[in-house]
T-cell receptor, first 114, second 113 residues
Framework: AQSVSQHNHHVILSEAASLELGCNYS??????LFWYVQYPGQHLQLLLK??????LVKGIKGFEAEFIKSKFSFNLRKPSVQWSDTAEYFC????????????FGTGTRLLVSP | NAGVTQTPKFRVLKTGQSMTLLCAQD?????MYWYRQDPGMGLRLIHY???????AKGEVPDGYNVSRLKKQNFLLGLESAAPSQTSVYFC????????????FGDGTRLSIL
């Protein structure tokens, strides 16, 4: 069975600091990888996704993530965070076979102080 | 374009009561899903549907039932609510295909007393 680990449960940063959120998954086959963001009081929105090709993917709002197959990782990065990035971030993975049952990590709460 | 709409947004129930959560999507998506979100546990899949008239169990199906009588609607039922079902429930939908992102509704906050 697939699983997803997000090691940072809470992260506090000042504006303009750089961000890296860790995501590791366990699955031996080909996977599809996603990062979703949930702003306070809102629904989940897709930040970015990786299916194949260039392992460095760029998403909305200046976010990017790098897929490192050898490390089973898909870390999320942003060079300079803003107060408006305060949200909860979820990594998710599904196997690239059959029905796409997404498995989510437990989430990372990011608080950006002005 | 409304996307995924969930009703109601909030509800308080007493233990043993029943209720139905409604999810409607206007994107002609084939797949629909019900998740629950609990603190420190992320989202867990309750039930899902790969098309009209089909349903399947997810990770945490016990105590819930679902129906997909129309392609655009996916109903989640609690026959006899329990305090352990206090949670935020999210509906999502997607096109068919393993790499299609899911689109989420705004959630239903449900409290069982």
């Amino acid at each position: 069975a697939q699983s997803v680990s997000q090691h940072n449960h809470h992260v506090i940063l000042s504006e303009a600091a750089s961000l890296e959120l860790g995501c590791n998954y366990s699955y031996g086959g080909t996977v599809n990888l996603f990062w979703y963001v949930q702003y306070p009081g809102q629904h989940l929105q897709l930040l970015l996704k990786y299916f194949s090709g260039d392992p460095l993917v760029k998403g909305i709002k200046g976010f990017e993530a790098e897929f490192i197959k050898s490390k089973f990782s898909f870390n999320l990065r942003k060079p300079s965070v803003q107060w408006s990035d305060t949200a909860e971030y979820f990594c998710a993975v599904n196997a690239n076979t059959g029905f796409q049952k997404l498995v989510f990590g437990t989430g990372t709460r990011l608080l950006v102080s002005p | 374009n409304a996307g995924v709409t969930q009703t109601p947004k909030f509800r308080v129930l007493k233990t043993g009561q029943s209720m139905t959560l409604l999810c409607a999507q206007d994107m002609n998506h084939e797949y629909m899903y019900w998740y629950r979100q609990d603190p420190g546990m992320g989202l867990r899949l309750i039930h899902y549907s790969v098309g009209e008239g089909t349903t399947a169990k997810g990770e945490v199906p016990d105590g819930y039932n679902v129906s997909r009588l129309k392609k655009q609607n996916f109903l989640l039922g609690l026959e006899s609510a329990a305090p352990s079902q206090t949670s935020v429930y999210f509906c999502a939908s997607s096109y068919e295909g393993v790499n299609q992102p899911q689109h989420f509704g705004d959630g239903t906050r449900l409290s069982i007393l």
